[in-house]
């Protein structure tokens, strides 16, 4: 029952006739077209905020010694603040 004499030639006539030739194609074809329009919102998101990339806390960690000066000021502000948590390399 479609036909671009029904419909027309025109945009709107030719989106009429393809939902009624074949409307799973169209709508396919929507869905897609939304899907990367999505990724593609995602992906420049993602590069602003690095909300979805998976990074650790700290890419270098910082070693003193238990001499060195720094380490007094760091434990004074421990001692008022709280210590951060703390990991361990030790094998059992």
Partial sequence: MTSPEKYGTGPIGLLKNAWGESSEVVL?????LFSL????????ENKETELYTN???KQHYTVYRPDDPRIERLRQEWFKNGAPPMTSAKLD
């Avoid at 396919?28 to 897609?32: D, E």
């Avoid at 329009?37 to 420049?44: A, D, L, P, Q, V």
């Fill in 55 to 57: 990074k650790p806390y």
């Fill in 28 to 32: 396919t074809t929507g869905i897609a």
């Fill in 37 to 44: 329009g999505m990724m593609f919102y995602k992906f420049h």
